[in-house]
């Protein structure tokens, strides 16, 4: 059981709440400020955002930033699996070529190197690097050059 769990017990049974309350984090570089937020379970995503998102064009992501989903609207439920909502602004990521500085091997926690998969698509070896891939994409978060490296990763599995 968790630290949320735990709360929504007490408040339900010493509180006589009839809908727990549940905390979460809502980040991101679309907000005036990330805060720890306070809420009802079954309050509508849009209620939360209204004041708070600072540009029109903004992605929210749930979960975390590397493995968060995408959630395509803002007419989402938050119920108690909701941990942190990052609203990030769209902005424009134009790749250019590698550098072969190494960041995305370096950073790789499975020891792979997706710079091998992006020259080598169809070789043996990079078949058995996807099959290894846990899909994390701390590759394409690291690369300086703005590849979607994590997209190479994927593909084939």
Same mark, same amino acid.
């Given at each position: ?87 990030? =602004?769209?902005?424009? +990521?134009?790749? !250019?070529? /590698?550098?072969? $500085?190494?960041? @995305?091997?370096?950073? &790789? *926690?499975? #020891? ?11 070789? =043996?070896?990079?078949? +058995?690097?996807? !099959?290894? /891939?846990?899909? $994390?994409?701390? @590759?394409?978060?690291? &690369? *300086?050059? #703005? ?11």
């Amino acid at each position: 059981m968790n630290v949320q769990s735990v709360l929504a017990v007490y408040y339900a049974f010493n509180q006589n709440c009839e809908n727990a309350v549940h905390y979460f984090t809502l980040a991101g570089n679309a907000l005036e400020n990330s805060a720890v937020i306070k809420t009802k379970w079954g309050v509508n995503l849009q209620e939360l955002l209204n004041n708070l998102v600072s540009v029109q064009d903004y992605t929210i992501i749930m979960g975390g930033l590397l493995k968060g989903r995408v959630i395509p609207s803002t007419d989402y439920i938050i119920d108690k699996s909701v941990s942190a909502i990052f609203v990030m =602004k769209n902005e424009e +990521n134009v790749a !250019s070529a /590698c550098i072969n $500085c190494g960041a @995305c091997v370096l950073n &790789c *926690p499975g #020891k792979l190197n997706p710079k091998y998969v992006l020259d080598n698509p169809t070789k =043996k070896m990079a078949k +058995n690097q996807k !099959s290894k /891939c846990m899909g $994390c994409n701390v @590759c394409s978060y690291v &690369c *300086p050059a #703005k590849i979607n490296l994590s997209k190479y990763m994927k593909e084939g599995n």
